[in-house]
């Protein structure tokens, strides 16, 4: 057990502390960190910011350097990750393109569709969003009724896609789409990827609980993709689907109990303030929050070890993604509990229902709803680990 | 940054394993948890004289091997998982580690090899009829100078009390209160004036006594008046010690559940395909998993004497506490009938996560320790 930096780690640790120092001025230090991948405050100058993590390859630091990456390892992801948290740098905004789409293309794509896409992920000219779930396929990710049929050299897709996080800003879509019309379940489909602007694709956004609209729906209606460009064989939509959603559950999220700890500082700050503090139960509940995070760390660094050695990230990954998304939905909870009264009042003004404005601590007790139902809800992952990590008996079906 | 164990530790649990497997069958822990003295002279000299096991982390000038809390934390989860009945959690983690934090070199070197070559048992006598495990709770006063104390008063809920041949007892000078005017105080097991009683302990695989202390002759161990930093760091350790040992126990009951919802069928099928019971043992899993993360943390900060030492030892006590009384009630429940009878293990694992949970504070009683070392 080591737990400090290789001279290595360290030199890269350094490299990053110094472009941060340099770079992170102005309205992108103002900016702060707040708000996660799916949160729109501040959007623009978010851009602008990414656009100089991509010049200078801190977006796309893990991919290949034949493919304008730094080749990075998962401790150096790691690494940056922790000092970008640490200097309180503003989310990002290709957390769908960097994150989860180039660590997919990477696996499954062609030579020419990683020349085609990956450097406009990196110049952030194009973002992306998630065509996965649907009215009819959510949990259950293989009832996917999208359709798409070939017709000459272009992909015509006929369906609707729902909870697709800014699609109203992304330009393409990956999609999971049923290409085999007589197919069922996990057979026959494909991972299309469509622009998103063109006639046949309408979206139209989600007012949340939150009162924002960071979830939409999309509608195809005759829309349509090139012929190449789908991601992997035709058919075998499902097995690159569940890359993607690996990446989603693992590798994303390993270094985010780091912005967790944040608020949950910022927490213990506001009960100091109100005199909250000084209440025995509020005391259990920061105290155990700040035991969760901490353990979430510990885990994390236990993962990343055994990916550095292994290289891959099995079923374990829904552990993680079963205990952060648990644990944010309590300190959401434990929020509201230090607000007290004041924690029943948004900004905004009576009768102007399009004013409704939540504070910072109030977004995250009612965000993390969602985070307990995407990327596979926690009943979802508590099948996969009770399947796939303690092989328990699947269900009959 | 490396958050594994090494080849060299790997291979020392597979030793241990297979000698707690072979030593501390479920057949020898009914035998001896039946026994007043609760565990088998001939495996405790086995285990010093085989293994090495009570010399493991003692400083090599004082007849031990001079490893560190990691791999004492390596034995310690798996003596939790076979439940292992002995002395050693008292004499090497507790009364060891306070001679180790408060003895000085002398009496180190008069009181240490004994230990590691498995000839004496050592308990440390700190807690009182009050329940308290914070300084407030020793209100035994020592009186005397020099060399020469005596102790009156009553020493409670002390683990191998009865069996100890050594007591490290913390006591305070009169007058002083708080973490003021404490020592620690060295008596005989067979010492005159000292009475001795096992309690009967609702987890039987621990044994614990009630010591009376009337006009008994001490030696102070180190500071007779400025002990407390020794005590509460000889604390911190144990809890370390016994979250990795929890952890032990935890990963145990979790088998256990696993097993029995595999084989078990209801409504012609294996109850662990049901999700009812399927999400039991996830939620299992993810508690020990991360429980695991915890003491092995908490025993690389120990191992390292770091500051980071009085938060992480909370932390983990806290938090294994929790996750192993609950995997142990799980398991409870996912057996049904069987596993509420006395023929079957779970309600010895059952007893000794409460027992655990209990002793040197609970969950709750942690994190409120926690929330003051962290400021809140």
Same mark, same amino acid.
């Given at each position: ?143 996917? *009724? ?7 050299? *272009? ?25 085999? &019309? ?12 469509? &622009? ?64 967790? *700890? ?18 025995? *139960? ?67 003004? &009576? ?47 | ?135 407030? =709770? ?87 008046? =400025? ?21 032990? =126990? ?127």
């Amino acid at each position: 057990m080591e737990f400090v930096d290789t001279p290595e780690e360290a030199a890269f640790r350094d490299e990053i502390r110094t472009w941060l120092s340099e770079h992170l001025t102005g309205d992108f230090a103002a900016l702060g960190g707040r708000g996660g991948p799916a949160d729109e405050h501040g959007w623009d100058i978010r851009v602008e910011w990414e656009k100089l993590l991509g010049k200078d390859r801190w977006l796309g630091l893990s991919w290949p350097t034949e493919h304008g990456g730094r080749g990075a390892g998962f401790a150096e992801q790691v690494i940056f990750s922790e000092e970008y948290a640490k200097a309180n740098a503003p989310a990002r905004v290709s957390f769908f393109g960097e994150g989860l789409f180039a660590p997919t293309l990477l696996a499954f794509g062609t030579e020419e569709q990683k020349r085609r896409f990956l450097p406009k992920i990196q110049s952030v000219e194009e973002l992306w969003c998630q065509g996965f779930s649907e009215p009819n396929a959510g949990s259950d990710l293989a009832n996917v *009724q999208t359709r798409g049929v070939l017709d000459g050299d *272009q992909w015509i897709v006929n369906g609707q896609k729902v909870w697709t996080t800014l699609a109203h800003r992304a330009h393409w879509c990956f999609c999971v789409t049923r290409t085999d &019309p007589e197919s069922e379940g996990h057979k026959g489909l494909s991972y299309l990827l469509i &622009p998103m602007d063109q006639p046949g694709v309408e979206v139209r956004p989600l007012k949340q609980m939150t009162g924002t609209a960071e979830f939409n729906e999309v509608f195809f209606d005759d829309a349509r993709a090139a012929k190449d460009q789908v991601l992997g064989p035709v058919g075998e939509g499902w097995k690159v689907a569940m890359a993607t959603l690996g990446f989603e559950r693992g590798t994303a999220f390993l270094s985010q109990q780091l912005a967790f *700890q944040r608020e949950l500082e910022e927490i213990i700050d506001l009960a100091r303030a109100n005199g909250a503090i000084e209440d025995p *139960q509020i005391r259990q509940e920061l105290a155990d929050s700040f035991v969760g995070v901490q353990i979430m760390k510990f885990n994390g660094m236990r993962m990343l070890t055994s990916l550095v050695h292994t290289g891959v990230l099995g079923p374990e990954s829904s552990i993680g993604k079963l205990y952060w998304s648990s644990w944010h939905r309590t300190l959401g909870e434990r929020a509201m509990h230090v607000l007290g009264p004041a924690g029943g009042i948004v900004e905004g003004t &009576p009768g102007d229902a399009g004013a409704y404005a939540l504070s910072e601590f109030q977004r995250i007790f009612m965000f993390s709803r969602s985070e307990t139902i995407y990327a596979g809800s926690s009943e979802i992952q508590r099948n996969i680990i009770g399947e796939r990590v303690l092989g328990l008996p699947r269900e009959p079906r | 940054m490396n958050f594994a164990f090494s080849e060299e530790q790997d291979q020392l649990r597979d030793a241990i394993r297979k000698f707690m497997e072979a030593k501390s069958p479920e057949s020898e822990v009914r035998r001896l948890m039946e026994t007043t003295e609760g565990y088998d002279p001939a495996v405790w000299t086995q285990m010093a004289q085989e293994l090495g096991l009570q010399s493991l982390h003692l400083p090599e000038k004082h007849g031990g091997q001079g490893f560190t809390f990691v791999e004492l934390g390596i034995v310690l989860e798996e003596m939790g998982r076979e439940l292992l009945c002995a002395p050693y959690f008292s004499t090497v983690c507790l009364a060891a580690n306070a001679i180790m934090n408060a003895g000085t070199d002398a009496q180190q070197s008069e009181l240490l090899p004994g230990i590691a070559a498995g000839e004496t048992i050592a308990a440390l006598a700190f807690t009182e009829p009050n329940g308290k495990w914070d300084a407030s =709770g020793i209100t035994m006063e020592a009186k005397g100078t020099g060399d020469s104390y005596t102790l009156d008063g009553e020493k409670m809920f002390v683990i191998d009390g009865h069996t100890a041949n050594t007591v490290v007892v913390a006591a305070r000078q009169a007058g002083t209160s708080g973490e003021d005017g404490i020592g620690f105080f060295v008596v005989d097991g067979d010492a005159k004036g000292l009475t001795r009683t096992p309690l009967a302990t609702m987890d039987q695989t621990r044994k614990q006594a009630k010591l009376e202390f009337s006009g008994v002759a001490a030696k102070p161990l180190g500071d007779p008046a =400025g002990g407390w930093s020794a005590l509460s760091k000889t604390l911190d350790q144990a809890a370390v010690c016994l979250a990795n040992e929890m952890v032990g =126990g935890a990963q145990k009951v979790l088998d256990m559940a696993v097993e029995y919802a595999k084989v078990r069928v209801q409504f012609g099928r294996p109850i662990g395909s049901f999700q009812a019971i399927k999400h039991k043992c996830a939620d299992m899993l993810l508690e020990v998993e991360s429980g695991k993360s915890a003491a092995y943390y908490a025993a690389w900060a120990a191992a390292e004497d770091n500051e980071e030492l009085p938060v992480v030892a909370s932390l983990a006590k806290a938090y294994c506490s929790d996750a192993y009384f609950h995997a142990a009630a799980e398991n409870i429940q996912i057996h049904g009938g069987i596993g509420f009878t006395w023929e079957h293990p779970a309600h010895l694992y059952f007893k000794r996560a409460k027992s655990s949970e209990i002793l040197l504070g609970d969950a709750t009683y942690h994190r409120e320790l926690l929330a003051q070392r962290i400021g809140i």
